[in-house]
């Protein structure tokens, strides 16, 4: 999923609380000119919208500077927020363009339900819900999918054997359990004891 945003330029002396009060959030650039950063503002408003169409380090978004004539595909790689307030504060954004391939994070999907959860009662149980892979700015998935609907009691499925997007790899230990599917929970009978308790 791809994302388009546009920011202004954060005019010269300005202080962030004010523009806070004014509904803008400060903002900024990194990446797209050697180490230069750039100010810049964007509506608090937008940034809200923002935040619930895209993650920290997974989509891509189209940021646009219509005052300096700057648009390119960036990666929203900070979001600060008040301490207490919950309140958005900070956005940091780095332009990847003639930055070759990432290292990116990105969700795990898991999809269908685990033949040995439905028919004979086990547990499902992640050992990751993200994967950190690499790739091209164009190539990042939102996510990736994993059925597990064959997977049975006492199955696992370990790195190596996941299907990754083309033009996506990572650089993960092989034998890295993702997923695996766990016995039932057996609940101990009650003793003689407990039982005596209970009725007393």
């Known amino acids: 999923m791809q994302v388009t945003v546009e920011c202004q330029k954060r005019p010269e002396g300005s202080k962030p609380n004010a523009l806070r009060r004014s509904g803008l959030i400060p903002v900024v650039l990194y990446g797209h000119k050697g180490t230069e950063s750039l100010s810049l503002t964007m509506p608090v408003k937008k940034a809200e919208v923002l935040l619930r169409e895209s ?17 390119g595909k960036t990666l929203l790689k900070e979001v600060q927020k008040h301490p ?12 990847v363009a003639a930055h070759g391939d990432l290292d990116i994070e990105v969700p795990l999907h898991f999809v269908g339900e685990a033949a040995g959860v439905k028919q004979d ?26 059925d597990v609907s064959n997977m049975q009691v006492g199955d696992a499925l370990h790195l190596n054997e996941l299907v990754l997007p083309p033009g996506v790899t990572t650089s993960g230990e092989p034998d890295q359990v ?15 004891t407990e039982e005596a308790t209970e009725s007393e």
Request: proline share 11%.
């Open 178 to 192: 993702i997923v695996s599917v766990l016995p039932p929970q057996i609940t101990p009978e009650p003793t003689e």
């Open 55 to 71: 993650s920290v380090n997974n989509t891509l978004i189209d940021l646009n500077i219509p005052e300096i004539s700057w648009s």
């Open 121 to 146: 009662g086990g547990l499902l149980d992640p050992v990751l819900t993200q994967l950190q892979v690499r790739c091209a700015p164009e190539s990042i998935p939102d996510s990736i999918e994993i």
């Open 84 to 95: 207490w307030k919950n309140s958005l504060y900070h956005l940091s954004f780095f332009a």
